[in-house]
């Protein structure tokens, strides 16, 4: 044992801890918010299962992992004889936690209100699918922790970021603009503040955090303008739900939404698998920082915390920020992740959190998101290798088409939808039919399809035809190209009609495009390459 270690006063909190606290809170605060701005703005959701059912099993996630992260941070402190060793922070995150409400909750309690259920009841239905999501996402992470560096090495890095990357700049991107221009005056400042003290790096007349800043002003200038008719049209102060206190003990309500978590595989194990992906990124992030975590012992915790948020009725799965570095650059010790944790997870059982977000207006939220997607999408580019990057691009398509999908049954008509899906026009598949067939699956889609151009772009073209073997037997599966109208998995000879062609085709290109590729290789390479 390092004779210092057990003799230097090791304090639980000290100055920079505070900046550290503001910076993960406000974090975790514009997750949340947007989350309910999803599924009570935009899907009508009911307030009081998002805000008392679903939102304290959320906080309780982060409050275990956030506590558990200040314990490894003290243990390896009296290790190592250091006052210097700052907590990993942990915190919902933002590409899956916006995904799940957008891609996942929020279409699945439309499709229980469809199969005519009332809004309260689809609502409990579909947090008891959010629960079992979590709950597999998390039994995902806690194998995949003992195998995560073999995933790596796997998949190159721009599948993995690429894929991500998609969904932020079309989905988390695009969406949440929509909401920010709809009060055009009050979204297009605050975004423009948040690019100026965010990507911009610029200085503000006042010492406080620039998210916190632009939140505050964002939400006093929706209201002042709104108060006084000058805002967009529409406004109104929101309806208060009276906090409540809601301990969330676990209880088995998942198990009643595994049987339709299922159908949401070929979301969820993405989201899984690329939470592991990120876990190593960060714990070798911290190592060059100074602080060497074991990465197994992060993934358990980060795997646990999610585990017991989906047991206790979360919904939004936990991770480890990408920030470490940073927040030992503002002074962070131990001592912010200690706070954030009970900030977020007491303040979620005592109906704290839920009365802050519930005055935070979409057009002041929904920016943070537009920000949080371009700095996703600029990370995968740097992060790569750049002879990768026209991979990635191709990898951004097949979210292009979810985009579509999500919208397509609010602009069309069921009737019309329906004969846009199913005629033939002597064109080859119908070109509505092809969209929902190529946005289904579409992360495990762009995830084979760039893994697939970086094996070209590396000379290795018997690894891409085995990588579009893959995706053959995928597609036949429904786990990606699903011709199911929910995206769900299935057995190939029970499909019949018209998704059957649709099916067996997308398999075939793959197969076709698999033998090229295995013909291409047997070429002998030019001398000296």
Excluded at 26 to 35: Q, R
Excluded at 58 to 68: D, F, R
Excluded at 74 to 95: E, F, I, K, S, Y
Excluded at 150 to 171: C, E, N, Y
Aim: glycine letters at 12%.
């Amino acid at each position: 044992m390092n004779p210092s270690a057990s003799s230097f006063p090791r304090r639980w909190f000290v100055a920079g801890d505070l900046n550290g606290f503001f910076g993960l809170v406000v974090d975790n605060l514009s997750i949340l918010g947007f989350i309910a701005m999803a599924l009570v703005g935009m899907f009508q959701f009911p307030a009081e299962v998002v805000f008392g059912r679903m939102f304290p099993g959320t906080a309780l996630g982060v409050l275990v992992g956030n506590l558990m992260y200040t314990l490894m941070a003290r243990r390896l402190a009296a290790q190592t004889g250091r006052d210097d060793v700052t907590a990993m922070p942990l915190g919902l995150d933002a590409p899956t936690s916006i995904g799940m409400a957008l891609l996942v909750l929020g279409p699945a309690f439309v499709a229980f209100k469809a199969q005519g259920l009332d809004p309260h009841a689809a609502a409990i239905a579909t947090w008891q699918l959010g629960m079992a999501s979590l709950v597999i996402m998390g039994v995902l992470k806690t194998v995949l922790s003992f195998f995560g560096e073999a995933v790596t090495r796997a998949l190159p890095r721009a599948a993995l970021l690429g894929s991500i990357a998609g969904i932020a700049i079309v989905l988390m991107g695009f969406l949440p603009l929509l909401e920010t221009l709809r009060s055009p005056v009050v979204g297009f400042v605050t975004l423009g503040l948040l690019l100026y003290v965010l990507i911009a790096k610029g200085r503000l007349p006042v010492r406080a955090p620039g998210v916190l800043v632009a939140f505050a002003f964002g939400t006093l200038l929706y209201y002042g303008l709104g108060l006084t008719g000058l805002g967009a049209p529409g406004f109104k102060v929101p309806q208060w739900t009276p906090p409540q206190v809601v301990l969330p003990w676990p209880s088995l309500g998942f198990i009643e939404g595994l049987p339709t978590a299922m159908t949401y595989l070929p979301l969820l194990l993405p989201f899984g698998l690329l939470m592991v992906v990120g876990g190593i990124n960060v714990s070798e992030s911290a190592r060059a920082a100074g602080d060497d975590y074991r990465t197994r012992d992060i993934l358990l915790v980060e795997a646990f915390a999610t585990l017991v948020a989906g047991l206790c009725g979360g919904v939004a799965q936990t991770t480890p920020y990408i920030g470490q570095p940073a927040y030992k650059h503002m002074g962070a010790r131990s001592g912010y992740t200690l706070l954030t944790g009970l900030f977020i997870g007491i303040g979620g059982m005592l109906g704290v959190i839920s009365g802050l977000v519930q005055w935070l207006p979409l057009a002041v939220l929904a920016p943070i998101i537009v920000y949080v997607a371009i700095d996703i999408t600029t990370q995968a580019f740097q992060a790569t290798p750049r002879a990768h990057a026209g991979a990635m691009v191709l990898g951004f398509l097949p979210s292009v088409a979810y985009l579509l999908a999500i919208k397509a049954p609010g602009w069309i008509a069921p009737e019309q939808l329906a004969a846009m899906t199913t005629t033939l026009d002597g064109h080859g598949l119908p070109e509505l039919a092809v969209i929902f067939t190529l946005g289904n699956g579409f992360i495990i889609t762009a995830m084979l399809w760039i893994a697939t151009v970086v094996a070209m772009i590396d000379g290795q073209l018997r690894r891409g035809a085995v990588l579009m073997l893959i995706a053959a037997g995928l597609t036949l599966f429904g786990l990606i190209h699903s011709v199911d109208p929910r995206g769900g998995i299935y057995l190939p000879w029970m499909l019949e009609g018209l998704p059957k062609i649709i099916s067996w085709q997308f398999a075939g290109a793959y197969v076709a495009l698999a033998l090229m590729l295995g013909l291409l290789s047997l070429q002998r390479r030019p001398t000296g390459q």
